[in-house]
């Protein structure tokens, strides 16, 4: 499995940081998956996320709704609305 330049690195960190939980979750997805075998692993590793995050991620794009649907947490949110 191919590792991104560190140059690329960066920049997916930088767009990884500015995104919502959700949208983050689904960005690593798609990365992951574009990588093959491994991508899981290498992406939760760049990103520090638990490769069940990157899971989720994927079933969120294979299904046919958002099921999270217009809810999008702030950064910082701890539930207590």
Do not use: N, W
């Not at 191919?2 to 689904?26: G, I, N, Q, W």
């Not at 638990?50 to 999008?72: C, M």
């Amino acid at each position: 499995m191919e590792h991104y330049d560190a140059c690329v690195e960066k920049r997916m960190k930088r767009l990884f940081r500015s995104l919502s939980e959700k949208d983050r979750r689904r960005y690593a997805a798609v990365e992951a998956d574009k990588l093959g075998h491994g991508g899981t692993e290498y992406i939760a590793a760049l990103f520090a996320l638990d490769p069940k995050t990157i899971r989720q991620g994927l079933a969120d794009l294979d299904a046919p709704e958002d099921p999270a649907g217009g809810r999008i947490r702030k950064k910082g949110a701890d539930g207590d609305g």
